[in-house]
């Protein structure tokens, strides 16, 4: 059974660094072709993609977000994590990591909401 | 970026009755390996996205065969034969044939 779980603060100041972890179980990040990506939904909004990262370590990410987003795996510990720097209220959003093979994403974490305020 | 577009936005329905929604992509989203590039996820309310169609007309696992996926060009379509009350929610499709990956807007299902 595959499962996967974000973790991180829960409410962040503006300007600050947001560090995101995805903690999953049931597959390898070593095995070819799987990935995990993040993709996150502001309160009462569409699905925004923001990075993957594969087992080979190449990393893909938003280009509108590239400069601010960091995404990195230790395999030894099954976990992904995203870094999000100089973060802005309209950084709010629930953040989703989700497994991705097949060239979709199969199983998805329950999301954690993030909240940008001072 | 490859721009997604979904129509309609939102879509009332009666149980038993079929339903459809389209989604249209700024750029042919075909690979080199014959497939489309091109995901539907189903949104519950206060859940967690999941995966319906990929490579745009196959099921994934689990998904009951009355929602099934079809493909002419840029054009995209889910349908779903009879609906359910467990139907209700957000449809998204996306595609993965370029980075970003891009979704749509998302259409609201909702019961009559």
């Known amino acids: 059974q595959i499962t996967l779980k974000e973790s991180g603060p829960t409410l962040v100041k503006p300007s600050q660094t947001l560090t995101l972890t995805c903690t999953f179980s049931?597959?390898?990040?070593?095995?070819?072709?799987?990935?995990v990506g993040w993709i996150r939904q502001p309160p009462g909004e569409a699905l925004e993609w923001l990075a993957l990262?594969?087992?080979?370590?190449?990393?893909l990410y938003s280009p509108s977000l590239k400069s601010r987003l960091t995404i990195t795996k230790d395999t030894s510990k099954n976990q992904v994590v995203l870094t999000v720097t100089n973060v802005d209220p309209v950084d709010t959003a629930t953040y989703y990591c989700?497994?991705?093979?097949?060239?979709?994403?199969?199983?998805w974490g329950q999301g954690t909401l993030v909240t940008v305020s001072s | 970026d490859i721009v997604m577009t979904q129509a309609p936005l939102s879509l009332p329905v009666t149980p038993g009755e079929p339903a459809s929604i389209s989604c249209r992509s700024s750029?042919?989203?075909?690979?080199?390996?014959?497939?489309?590039?091109l995901d539907w996820y189903f949104q519950k309310p206060g859940q967690s996205p999941q995966v319906l169609i990929y490579?745009?007309?196959n099921r994934a696992s689990g998904v009951p065969d009355r929602f099934s996926g079809s493909a002419s060009g840029t054009d995209f379509t889910l349908k779903i034969s009879r609906v359910e009350a467990e139907d209700v929610g957000f449809y998204y499709c996306?595609?993965?044939?370029?980075?970003?990956?891009?979704f749509g807007q998302g259409t609201r299902l909702e019961i009559k």
């Open positions: 996306m595609q993965s044939l370029q980075t970003p990956h891009t």
């Open positions: 989700a497994h991705r093979r097949n060239s979709n994403y199969q199983n």
């Open positions: 750029q042919s989203l075909l690979h080199s390996n014959g497939y489309n590039f």
């Open positions: 049931g597959f390898s990040l070593i095995t070819g072709g799987v990935a």
């Open positions: 490579f745009g007309s």
């Open positions: 990262i594969y087992g080979d370590d190449k990393t």
